[in-house]
């Protein structure tokens, strides 16, 4: 479960790290922006939506016996609840990872020169990523952590795909 504020590179690493596991990867942001698509108004219980319907899909495919790597802000325990619950209703193996930007300018750059092709999502502002960042729990489970500011995403995943093994 790859977690962290917008614009941090959680859909890359998680796309290169499922790659190299190979496994199924599933984005909150894709899941949102499809029901956005479907003209659904865009409001927190489309958010939740977005999140249970990846649950859903998880779930489906961990009792096929495959991984699946999840990208998402994951910002409240209600959020990080989801992927528990999955991980328990399937004995699959929960890894919260947490990227982080440690140098606020970096972060606010990387926010800024993105383009997720995202039509109906939308890219937060910097004051909504201050906001979110004021806002974030506290982790309460064990978390992997890497600060992504002067890492790639090839590197970062790497790094995530060695110490998963080691786990």
């Not at 890497?146 to 995530?160: G, H, I, P, Y």
């Amino acid at each position: 479960m790859i977690s962290g504020l917008p614009g941090v590179g959680k859909t890359s690493v998680a796309e290169i790290a499922a790659a190299l596991m190979g496994s199924l990867h599933l984005s909150i942001d894709a899941v949102e922006e499809s029901m956005l698509a479907c003209g659904l108004p865009a409001s927190w219980r489309v958010g939740v939506a977005a999140y249970e319907a990846a649950r859903a899909m998880a779930e489906l495919n961990l009792h096929l016996g495959h991984s699946v790597v999840v990208d998402a802000v994951n910002d409240s325990d209600e959020a990080r609840q989801t992927w528990r619950t999955a991980a328990s209703r399937t004995g699959g193996r929960l890894v919260f990872v947490y990227l982080v930007i440690k140098d606020a300018r970096t972060h606010e750059q990387r926010l800024r020169n993105r383009d997720r092709g995202l039509v109906h999502v939308g890219d937060p502002t910097w004051a909504d990523v201050e906001r979110r960042r004021a806002d974030y729990a506290a982790w309460s489970d064990e978390v992997l952590e890497f600060d992504t500011t002067a890492r790639t995403a090839d590197e970062v995943a790497d790094a995530l795909v060695s110490c998963l093994d080691a786990k």
